[in-house]
């Protein structure tokens, strides 16, 4: 089956730094999709991308359909304690959507 | 406005018992989605409807999970018997319109223990 493998699986970082994580799959997706989750809580969708090539931000988020349509990249600027959390990649084609397994973002004080 | 609700917020049970889980989504989102999500596999989509309708129903594990969706503002995921292995966190998710592409917005979740 279509599988989804996002990395890093966690991250420590200083505050203020930038972040980058990324998915990659074999199989071409048609959207990917980049969620938020926060402990208790469901996943907040972030940034949606319909077409290969496309960047899309969304504040300090920027997310990237990868050319091959196989791969995605989320990178967050200037990190602050709020963005702590697990980020999720999705991807979707003939409306069948596969999550990759997150990354789990910490923030040191 | 209410976001998609959820309960009950945590269940323990026993194996072999009835689990039912409910889900009121937004008012006006046509399409809901049941996802299961645990620390192994993440997070799976088990089964959407549009307009009540169930459309995709391939992640539902077996035969012991049922999900019905009886009116356009209330669904149910059931686990009849329910086993260790369907603990996990239980979300739904509801939409305005299409398939799993469109904008989800996702209830707090249920978080279900089989002792």
């Known amino acids: 089956g279509q599988q989804l493998n996002q990395s890093p699986q966690s991250m420590f970082i200083q505050e203020g730094e930038d972040v980058s994580m990324n998915c990659t799959s074999s199989s071409i997706f048609n959207t990917w999709l980049w969620y938020k989750q926060e402990p208790g809580e469901g996943p907040v969708l972030l940034i949606a991308l319909y077409k290969a090539g496309e960047l899309t931000s969304n504040g300090r988020l920027t997310a990237q359909f990868g050319i091959t349509r196989k791969d995605s990249f989320l990178n967050i600027s200037a990190s602050i304690p709020s963005d702590v959390g697990i980020y999720f990649c999705a991807g979707l084609r003939d409306d069948k959507i596969i999550f990759g397994k997150g990354t789990r973002l910490h923030i040191l004080p | 406005d209410a976001g998609v609700i959820q309960s009950p917020r945590h269940e323990v049970t026993e194996m072999g018992q009835e689990v039912t889980l409910r889900c009121k989504p937004i008012s006006g989102h046509n399409s809901l989605f049941w996802y299961r999500q645990t620390m192994m596999r993440g997070l799976e989509l088990l089964i959407y409807f549009n307009n009540n309708v169930p459309i995709d129903d391939s992640g539902m594990p077996e035969d012991r999970f049922s999900a019905k969706m009886p009116n356009a503002s209330f669904s149910t995921l059931k686990i009849q018997p329910s086993e260790p292995r369907d603990s996990a966190v239980y979300f739904c998710?509801?939409?305005?319109?299409?398939?799993?592409?469109?904008?989800?917005?996702f209830g707090p979740g249920t978080r279900l223990t089989v002792l």
């Open positions: 998710a509801s939409s305005v319109a299409g398939g799993p592409g469109d904008t989800q917005y």
